[in-house]
């Protein structure tokens, strides 16, 4: 049994692989504050609630973008589930091409992603994620990582508006039935929407012709879905991208 953990800056995703699948993957909140003894009764009771024996994992890896919570996790997995924890980092086997400027400065959760969308749909390709900031990342025919780029996520976009304007309340971020808003909050959704909506269709254009040879597109993140049916152009939706990755990494780096 396998534990993937992917640590974002909103979320903490896990998810367990067993006998060729995913049996089970939680989204919990990530909160800096939290001590080794919290996130270990927290992982410990999710596992336990799903009907597994948390001494049955035999393996684990984690991508994490939150350094402070590196050494908490570590211990956290240590004391509650006897694990000796892998990250993904300087060292690992990806068997990709990173042609950045700095290697050591790439998301471990964009590599991770690359990772996955190489070995299971293949390259080139773009990826867009939706997580906290929305990130596109390209990806050559032979496996080099070029780089991307890093946007606002929508919900922290939309939340520093809602901070900062004191008349415009907070809504949910939907597709709005008509693209000229008739209320503040039909304006809001609107403007949300349909201003990241071109901002998703601007830059995986630009990548596209960049890397020429017709690219798949390939989205994951919490959000992803939001846009699905307005997108023509995303060919794969996969939610558990990252957790793929992790786990073909997993493999791939087996002690």
Not at 4 to 12: E, K, S, V
Not at 148 to 174: D, N
Not at 182 to 211: D, H, M, P, W
Not at 227 to 251: M, Q, S, Y
Request: glycine fraction near 12%; charge should be negative.
């Amino acid at each position: 049994m396998f534990l993937a953990m992917d640590i974002g800056n909103t979320n903490t995703v896990l998810g367990i692989w067993q006998e060729g699948r995913w049996l089970w993957d939680w989204r919990i909140a990530t909160v800096r504050s939290k001590t080794p003894d919290e996130y270990g009764v927290l992982i410990s009771s999710l596992l336990e609630n799903g009907d597994f024996n948390p001494g049955a994992i035999e393996d684990t890896l984690i991508s994490s973008v939150v350094p402070p919570l590196n050494g908490v996790m570590e211990e956290a997995l240590k004391n509650y589930l006897g694990l000796q924890s892998r990250f993904v980092g300087p060292g690992i086997k990806t068997g990709l091409n990173i042609k950045t400027e700095n290697p050591r400065e790439v998301g471990a959760d964009r590599i991770v992603n690359a990772v996955a969308t190489y070995h299971l749909y293949g390259a080139p390709a773009v990826i867009v994620d939706f997580g906290t900031a929305t990130t596109f990342c390209a990806l050559t025919a032979r496996g080099e990582y070029l780089g991307g780029a890093i946007a606002p996520g929508v919900g922290i976009s939309a939340a520093a508006l809602f901070e900062e304007a004191a008349q415009l309340p907070r809504i949910k971020i939907r597709k709005p039935d008509h693209e000229v808003g008739s209320s503040t909050v039909s304006a809001l959704e609107s403007g949300i929407y349909y201003g990241f909506l071109g901002q998703i269709k601007e830059l995986v254009t630009l990548f596209c012709n960049r890397l020429g040879g017709d690219p798949l597109v390939v989205a994951t993140g919490g959000l992803a879905s939001l846009w699905e049916k307005d997108v023509d152009f995303f060919d794969v939706v996969n939610p558990r991208l990252t957790l793929e990755g992790l786990r073909i990494l997993g493999e791939m780096n087996r002690q």
